[in-house]
């Protein structure tokens, strides 16, 4: 049987257009995809903010491939980590693109061996670490392919890794201005998922793309479902949220310490869900071991510091739990896009408290940084807790952050929103007709939580930490503050003799977690501040301001999200009228999918590759639904190209037919 997948007309296989088709097997670009592969075939420099998968790697892969075929030679991909640069390799071998990596992962024979095809221009991209690259034997292999005209292009992917204002900078990225200096001409793509305008700016200035074209695509993922609850138990809360709405899904768990995951993934382990531990401390082949688990095994969760995440492709993540706040919103938007890169549901999940915001202003407090850098990271740590204590809608603020509206995706005008917030009765952010915009897809929007002025009860926290130092100089921590504010005599307020302070119960009747929450903004506003071992509060300068009624304090009322469970995850629309899920399978169906699922995991098997690099579930899904029972139907499927209709056509049909 010969393999049958028709170009459109009007593309031929060395345009972008038919490159897409035959080898990736898709009918049409996404969004701004299309004009970037357009600029960059025609040798133009880009700067690419898209989110996480948002198909970054096709706006270079494509032009790699089309200027390869015009004689254009190879291109070169830096990439950070060793993991990801095996899973594109792996994913384009299966499409029939000539491609290696050079890594310490090689030995000394098969590093030469892609060298030498590399310098003969057999491959059409070659990826590498940026101190790789930049060793005086990888630049003359580089000259030796400048002069030939034989170095098509520069893909610079986790671009902001070069950015020291950035949150995950990488000190090696800083020499890749190299490139530029050395071979002029050469386009070069850089891409990235998160930048703010500080980030971005570092990124044109360290990478000399003054002159680069820049494309920013919308960092919406109107997939994922984002809802903040603070903390309550912790771990019970994430159990039970896994439990209600994720039980034998695959999910990624961020915890701030290695103590932290160990202790979590252990606790999930007993509680019978298939956890693993994963962050820097780790033995490299326990770390190597526990990512092949999370990419090739369903349902496994990977409890993980931030040293786990980037590059990660698995597509069918179907969660991103924070047991700890993270830095700022870039770390939190860049970890919680790991979730749903197949475009199918998925949950995004934060817990956080007070001691949340004690430590990570003590992180910066305590760092050897500039001031200047540490006024910046304040601001995005303000920012961060503005999302979490938002009583609006989380991805209007999300996007906002970005410097983006929200947009609905089926009404660009702004009018969409304008009617959802008018159903809903909402006045809290206006949008085009003054009325709120809403999302519906985040706990906000989903239950919008009831508010309380807090500027009061704000006063009396600032006024008893004031009467504290009077008593006797001494300060103390939240428990006891908040125990004296509602009036309660433990040993300790009787021992300090604070129940004879003036202070003492007069916020009786505002909750401790309503008093914990006064705290937690107080203290991110800067009219607070944690000192010593203990975190014992004392009054900030600014503090004047609101004691004087000067600064109006209002707050959301502390509730903890109701559980929704699977069947009432997937009830009503998700997102903002975004990418729909696909039409669910009949029984027929889903035995087809579960067959074509045994069969692509002997084939990942077989070629040592995580499963999805075969073929997407949304594709065996396809396949499933629409029963193809000849070559030229299945290569109408989304996502089976040329190579993979030829290698795998006849057994699909087989599958499909059994």
């Known amino acids: 049987m010969s393999a049958v997948l028709s170009t459109p007309p009007s593309a031929p296989a060395t345009s972008p257009a038919g490159v897409l088709h035959e080898v990736f097997g898709y009918a049409a670009f996404r969004g701004a995809q299309q004009e970037i592969v357009d600029h960059v075939v025609a040798g133009g420099d880009a700067l690419v903010l898209m989110p996480t998968g948002g198909g970054k790697s096709l706006c270079y892969q494509v032009p790699a491939i089309v200027r390869h075929?015009?004689?254009?030679?190879?291109?070169?991909v830096v990439s950070p980590l060793i993991a990801l640069m095996h899973d594109q390799v792996g994913?384009?071998?299966?499409?029939?693109?000539?491609?290696a990596f050079l890594n310490s992962?090689?030995?000394?024979?098969?590093?030469?061996?892609?060298?030498?095809?590399?310098?003969?221009?057999?491959?059409?991209?070659v990826y590498a670490a940026p101190e790789r690259i930049l060793t005086p034997r990888f630049m003359a292999m580089l000259a030796s392919l400048h002069e030939r005209g034989q170095l098509s292009l520069f893909a610079i992917d986790e671009a902001h890794c070069v950015s020291q204002w950035g949150h995950d900078f990488r000190e090696e990225y800083l020499g890749l201005s190299a490139l530029h200096e050395t071979f002029p001409g050469v386009p070069r793509l850089a891409l990235t998922a998160t930048a703010d305008d500080h980030t971005r700016a570092d990124i044109v200035q360290r990478l000399q793309l003054e002159q680069a074209r820049l494309f920013v695509a919308s960092f919406d993922r109107p997939n994922i479902r984002?809802?903040?609850?603070?903390?309550?138990?912790?771990r019970k809360q994430l159990l039970r949220f896994i439990r209600d709405e994720h039980e034998g899904e695959a999910g990624i768990v961020y915890c701030q310490s290695r103590k932290r995951v160990e202790e979590t993934a252990a606790w999930l382990d007993a509680e019978g869900i298939t956890a693993l531990p994963y962050h820097a401390g780790l033995d490299a082949d326990v770390r190597r071991r526990h990512q092949d688990r999370f990419l090739r095994e369903d349902a496994?969760?990977?409890?993980?510091?931030?040293?786990?995440g980037m590059g990660i492709d698995k597509p069918d993540v179907r969660f991103v739990a924070h047991l700890d706040l993270p830095k700022n919103i870039e770390s939190y938007y860049q970890e919680t896009g790991r979730a749903g890169r197949d475009g199918l549901p998925a949950d995004a999940w934060m817990t956080y408290g007070l001691a949340d915001v004690v430590n990570q202003r003590r992180m910066i407090d305590d760092s050897d940084a500039g001031d200047e850098f540490k006024r910046l990271q304040r601001g995005k740590l303000d920012a961060l807790l503005a999302l979490c204590e938002a009583y609006d809608c989380r991805r209007v603020r999300l996007l906002g952050y970005f410097g983006q509206p929200y947009r609905d995706h089926n009404d660009n005008d702004g009018t969409a929103e304008?009617?959802?917030?008018?159903?809903?009765?909402?006045?809290?952010?206006?949008g085009a007709s003054g009325r709120a915009l809403r999302c519906f897809n985040c706990d906000n929007c989903l239950h919008a939580p009831a508010t309380w002025d807090a500027t009061e009860a704000a006063r009396k926290a600032l006024s008893c930490i004031y009467r504290f130092r009077q008593a006797g100089g001494q300060r103390y921590g939240a428990g006891h503050l908040i125990d004296v504010l509602r009036g309660k005599v433990t040993d300790k307020v009787t021992e300090r003799g604070h129940q004879s302070l003036s202070t003492f119960g007069i916020g009786a009747d505002v909750s401790d977690a309503q008093w914990r929450l006064v705290l937690r903004q107080l203290i991110a506003l800067g009219h607070v501040h944690a000192e010593g071992e203990f975190n014992t509060l004392a009054?900030?300068?600014?503090?004047?301001?609101?004691?004087?009624?000067?600064v109006p304090v209002r707050l959301r009322v502390p509730a903890e999200t109701k559980p929704r469970g699977k069947a009432g995850r997937e009830r009503g629309p998700r997102g903002s009228a975004g990418k729909p899920p696909p039409m669910p399978l009949n029984a027929a169906a889903t035995e087809r999918f579960a067959a074509l699922k045994a069969w692509r995991?002997?084939?990942?098997?077989?070629?040592?590759?995580?499963?999805?690099?075969?073929?997407?579930?949304?594709?065996?899904a396809e396949m499933a639904r629409e029963q193809p029972d000849s070559l030229e139907a299945l290569g109408r499927i989304s996502g089976v190209g040329a190579k993979k209709l030829e290698a795998y056509g006849a057994e699909i049909l087989r599958v499909l037919k059994d």
């Open 69 to 76: 075929r015009a004689g254009q030679g190879v291109a070169v």
């Open 601 to 620: 995991a002997e084939v990942a098997s077989e070629h040592n590759l995580p499963a999805y690099i075969v073929f997407h579930d949304a594709t065996l």
């Open 418 to 430: 304008a009617a959802q917030a008018e159903a809903a009765g909402a006045d809290d952010m206006p």
């Open 105 to 125: 992962s090689l030995d000394g024979d098969e590093a030469r061996r892609v060298e030498r095809d590399m310098l003969s221009g057999k491959l059409t991209l």
């Open 91 to 99: 994913a384009l071998d299966e499409l029939g693109v000539p491609a």
């Open 539 to 550: 009054l900030s300068d600014s503090a004047r301001e609101v004691l004087r009624g000067e």
């Open 226 to 234: 984002y809802t903040i609850v603070e903390k309550d138990e912790p």
């Open 300 to 308: 496994v969760v990977m409890v993980a510091t931030i040293a786990f």
